[in-house]
């Protein structure tokens, strides 16, 4: 089974901080990358799908990148409704999830 | 607009059983796969199981494999979970999601969850 690993598991940051966080995978998984946003007792959200592509309806600001075993989502001009927890989710092979970065606000 | 709607959770004694429903409007629903997430309290998401359009094809996370069931009424536009056997460790909210056929495959569209307690 393939194993994701996101770092850092929480993090503290400033409305118009710069944020990233990174997902690394046990194995390869090329591009099959998504990430998620989740607030407190809300469902989650896609952000991100393919490792890069934007969803339609999300601000320009949350961006993807990487491939293979180590992916990054940056976040810039971190506004208030950002702090949430987030998940990465591999669809390479069946499908897992990150543990979650959960963002606060410093 | 998009909706999927779970319903069907409550509070199961362990080695009882349950389902779950999805409910599903606002896309063809025939046309896409589905499948179910879940969250214990205070945890992480968890893949359960997946289903292709057809519901010819599912598939399970270990955890769960062989003691729960995915399937689909494309007619009524309507997924299930029937889960048996259940243990302590099922207690979490129960998502059902529309998976995207975009590259990368993810879960575009989620409901709100249904919470599944497994306890005596």
């Known amino acids: 089974d393939i194993q994701m690993t996101q770092s850092p598991s929480s993090l503290s940051a400033s409305v118009g901080d710069v944020v990233t966080i990174t997902c690394r995978a046990s194995q390869g998984i090329s591009s099959s990358l998504n990430w998620y946003q989740q607030k407190p007792g809300k469902a989650p959200k896609l952000l991100i799908y393919a490792a890069s592509s934007l969803q339609i309806g999300v601000p320009s600001r949350f961006s993807g990148s990487g491939s293979g075993t180590d992916f990054t989502l940056t976040i810039t001009n971190l506004q208030p409704e950002d702090f949430a927890t987030y998940y990465c989710q591999q669809t390479y092979s069946a499908r897992a999830f990150g543990q979650g970065t959960k963002l606060e606000i410093k | 607009e998009v909706q999927v709607l779970e319903s069907g959770g409550g509070l199961v004694q362990p080695g009882g059983s349950l389902r779950l429903s999805c409910a599903a409007s606002g896309f063809t629903f025939s046309s896409f796969a589905m499948a179910w997430v879940r969250q214990a309290p205070g945890k992480g998401l968890e893949w359960v199981s997946s289903?292709?359009?057809?519901?010819?094809?599912?598939y399970y996370a270990d955890s769960v494999k062989g003691r729960f069931t995915i399937s689909r009424d494309n007619s009524q536009k309507t997924m299930y979970l029937q889960m048996n056997s259940l243990r302590a460790d099922d207690t979490a909210v129960y998502y059902c999601?529309?998976?995207?056929?975009?590259?990368?495959?993810?879960?575009?569209?989620w409901g709100q969850g249904t919470m599944v307690t497994v306890s005596s």
């Open positions: 289903i292709i359009g057809s519901g010819v094809s599912t």
């Open positions: 999601t529309k998976r995207s056929p975009v590259v990368g495959f993810p879960d575009d569209y």
